[in-house]
């Protein structure tokens, strides 16, 4: 069956990288998965929490949230706290950050990355993992005394993948996440290693092969991910960057 928007199933939606966003964080990148948007701000503050003080040890959190027009429907702002989807996608996105950072030579030092959708249509927690990381290893890389090449020991993205119509996907956008039989989200990192899976039988139990067959389609599609943020942060002068 083919895809709404023609895609092949190995295929990920058009993805754009913007450096520089927004003028006063450390780090911002506008991160685009297809429709998708979200907004990471990475800010470095010269402290870390009370459980971490006098261990020479940094700190890496993420905090999520969706605008109230994101989605289709207005949703209701988060005023009391995030709910218990965006607790969730946070601590997700903070684990998957601190799974590739080397904290003890961040000095006592905290980085807040703020993960903020403007626009949804599937793959929200997973564009701000892969967005996240590049703002991160900018505010690094401007902060005095650090070294992003020390405290970063490689890099780390996600995507989703999933079985639609008995078929597999990669990277669901809203209406085939919505109908989707199997539906997973995959962390890893640029040498390959997984920090977590996330997957779920909406329908009908999945085997083994099926398993393999969407962490190889993962696999290969946070591999291309993996690369356009190398490109990025490799790059001087160039701001928008594009699969």
Known sequence: MPRPDG??????????VTRDFLRHPEGSVLVEFGDTKVICTATVEDKVPSFLKGQGLGWITAEYGMLPRSTNTRMTRENRGPSGRSQE?????????RA????????ERTVWIDCDVIQADGGTRTAAITGGFVALA????RKPGVSPT???????????????????????????DSAAEVDMNVVMTGG???????????????????????????????RRLIGLQREALQARDTRVFRL
Do not use: H, W
Request: proline share 3%.
């Open 100 to 107: 590739v950072a080397n904290r003890g030579k961040m000095g």
């Open 7 to 16: 895609r092949a199933p190995d295929q990920l939606r058009p993805t754009t």
């Open 150 to 176: 020390a405290v970063l020991r490689d890099c780390v993205a996600a995507i989703s993948v999933g079985i639609v119509g008995a078929q597999a996907l990669l990277d669901l956008d809203y209406a085939e």
């Open 138 to 141: 900018d505010a690094l890389g």
């Open 192 to 222: 390959g290693e997984f920090v977590e899976v996330q997957g779920t039988a909406e329908q009908v139990p999945f085997g083994r092969a099926r398993l393999d067959e969407m962490l190889g389609l993962a696999e290969r599609g946070i």
């Open 89 to 97: 996608i946070q601590r997700l996105v903070g684990r998957a950050l």
